[in-house]
């Protein structure tokens, strides 16, 4: 072998193991993904085994297409997409500026507030608007709810959603607040922002979530994780406080709603078993911060015909719980 062919050689050499590592690197991880795809992996960091029912945050990060992460709000809708505008609201897009005459009211909440899936899907925002012009008030109602939101979310919502230039705000939470789970939204956001941005450009992949698993196992020993809420009484108290006030500061008036639900809990870890006392909550804050409240709780309290399971109601539930909102929202319309 020449002098010349020696270095070459040896070169030649030490690539080899690089490019075998290039090639197979990369084949591992797909026989590893497409394992854990066949085998139904997925994790939720919140001890799900020790709650009743899966922690749906994970849902709406990982697998549902609506929405993608937000470093505010951890889920938010994508804008043009399925039934969310350019915008990120439900239905037709709307200029920032407001028509002549027109009252613009902004619902603020969770899925029972954005409704059903679907362009055509019940929700009782579309409801009121369409019976407040039926009589005769100019009204344009923009539904920024969104499925599985807190009171947490529903700040930096609010937030956003003042650009649209209100006269009305309604506010809606407190079941996804009342949720047991490990860690709280205000912790969840912070472990989430701590996961590098390849992780979130990756978070469709279950290796993504292997990664996020292994390292929640080592910040936090899921035995050793106690189960509160996602938002607990006196942050939800403090997010309607906070509400109210940036809604009053873009000058619209704003009105709470406690929040709708049916039947009895079945685990001493459901939400249900504190529901009311999200409720009283709601009650509670309005009247501190004079702000007028409408119990929809109360009214659909004993009348399940109008829910099609525990907290949602039906197509005709929405249409009677938009004629009781514009009822009580009478004074601020005439």
Not at 68 to 87: C, G, M, Q, V
Request: net charge positive; aromatic share 8%.
């Amino acid at each position: 072998m020449s002098q010349t062919q020696a270095p070459a050689a040896a070169r030649a050499s030490r690539l080899a193991p690089l490019a075998l590592l290039a090639i197979s690197l990369p084949l591992s991880l797909l026989l590893a993904e497409g394992l854990l795809r066949l085998f139904g992996y997925h994790y939720a960091p919140l001890a799900i085994k020790r709650q009743a029912g899966m922690d749906r945050r994970q849902y709406h990060l990982f697998e549902d297409q609506s929405f993608s992460y937000d470093p505010e709000t951890i889920w938010a809708p994508k804008k043009r997409h399925d039934i969310f505008n350019a915008l990120g609201y439900r239905g037709r897009d709307l200029p920032p500026d407001k028509g002549r005459g027109e009252l613009r009211i902004l619902a603020v909440g969770d899925s029972n507030t954005l409704g059903w899936p679907g362009p055509e899907g019940a929700n009782w925002p579309a409801d009121l608007e369409q019976q407040a012009r039926a009589r005769g008030v100019p009204a344009v109602v923009v539904n920024a709810g969104v499925w599985g939101y807190s009171s947490y979310q529903g700040v930096p919502r609010l937030r956003r959603a003042l650009e649209l230039k209100p006269d009305i705000v309604l506010i809606s939470f407190g079941s996804n607040d009342a949720h047991a789970v490990a860690v709280s939204d205000r912790e969840y956001l912070s472990r989430r922002v701590r996961i590098s941005p390849l992780l979130d450009r990756l978070a469709r992949w279950r290796l993504a979530e292997l990664m996020i698993a292994v390292r929640d196992r080592l910040v936090t020993p899921e035995a050793a994780a106690p189960l509160g809420r996602r938002v607990g009484l006196a942050e939800y108290r403090q997010n309607l406080a906070a509400m109210i006030r940036l809604a009053r500061e873009r000058q619209a008036a704003v009105v709470l709603l406690t929040r709708p639900y049916v039947g009895e809990a079945n685990h001493p870890l459901w939400w249900k078993n504190v529901g009311a006392d999200y409720n009283a909550a709601t009650v509670e804050v309005a009247s501190e911060q004079k702000a007028p409240v409408i119990d929809v709780y109360t009214a659909f309290r004993d009348r399940p015909a109008y829910f099609a399971d525990e907290s949602h109601f039906t197509r005709e539930g929405h249409r009677l719980a938009a004629e009781l909102i514009l009822s009580q929202l009478a004074p601020l319309l005439y």
